[in-house]
């Protein structure tokens, strides 16, 4: 009785391990839409790995913090939000706390989490594009145009981010718009 038991407990954490993979590929698909993922480089034991249920609060506290800020445009409560998480070494966090700063217009505090986001990851495609921005709406364009150049070697010329910043570069210098 106890070896079916224990077979049966198997197959069923074996049938759940295979029906949740999918979930979570599909959580962190995208580094800025959706949560980044979990901690890189820092391997847990098993006793200590994170619960499921911690990686979909996360998940779930990340896109509500993701849609304050792009659907409701309230930086301010992003920002809480967004420290909340416990994440703000993660570059996808860190930039998007940059990005509210900026547009609250705190450009000093916006770039020190710009600089903190690329520490996390140099190859952060969206911290180069906002950080072009931030660098075009302080009068920097040489600084913009290496944002730019550095969007081209990690994306090429046909990203989203590159399009983007090149577009608010070709815009003429002082025209005192903010991105």
């Given at each position: 009785?106890?070896?079916?038991?224990?077979?049966?407990?198997?197959?069923?954490?074996?049938?759940?391990?295979?029906?949740?993979?999918?979930?979570?590929?599909?959580?962190?698909?995208?580094?800025?839409?959706?949560?980044?993922?979990?901690?890189?480089g820092?391997?847990?034991?098993?006793?200590?790995?994170?619960?499921?249920?911690?990686?979909?609060?996360?998940?779930?506290?990340?896109?509500?913090?993701?849609?304050t800020?792009?659907?409701?445009?309230?930086?301010?409560?992003?920002?809480?939000?967004?420290?909340?998480?416990?994440?703000?070494?993660?570059?996808?966090?860190?930039?998007?706390?940059?990005?509210?700063?900026?547009?609250?217009?705190d450009?000093?505090?916006?770039?020190?989490?710009?600089?903190?986001?690329?520490?996390?990851?140099?190859?952060h495609?969206?911290?180069?594009?906002?950080?072009?921005?931030?660098?075009?709406?302080?009068?920097?364009r040489?600084?913009?145009?290496?944002?730019?150049?550095?969007?081209?070697?990690?994306?090429?010329?046909?990203?989203?981010?590159?399009?983007?910043l090149?577009?608010?570069?070709?815009?003429?210098?002082?025209?005192?718009?903010?991105?």
């Amino acid at each position: 009785m106890n070896k079916l038991a224990i077979r049966l407990l198997t197959l069923a954490m074996l049938s759940l391990t295979l029906a949740a993979a999918p979930i979570v590929t599909v959580v962190y698909a995208a580094p800025d839409n959706d949560p980044p993922p979990p901690d890189k480089g820092k391997k847990k034991k098993s006793s200590e790995a994170r619960p499921a249920i911690e990686q979909t609060a996360f998940a779930d506290g990340y896109r509500a913090a993701y849609a304050t800020i792009y659907d409701r445009h309230d930086y301010a409560a992003a920002i809480p939000q967004l420290k909340a998480l416990g994440r703000d070494d993660s570059a996808a966090v860190a930039n998007l706390i940059g990005y509210s700063y900026r547009k609250l217009g705190d450009y000093k505090v916006s770039q020190i989490w710009y600089e903190r986001a690329l520490k996390a990851d140099p190859n952060h495609v969206k911290t180069w594009q906002y950080y072009g921005l931030w660098q075009l709406e302080q009068g920097n364009r040489d600084q913009a145009q290496y944002h730019l150049n550095r969007i081209a070697q990690l994306t090429g010329t046909t990203s989203e981010e590159y399009r983007s910043l090149a577009e608010a570069m070709e815009k003429p210098p002082g025209t005192g718009l903010v991105y």
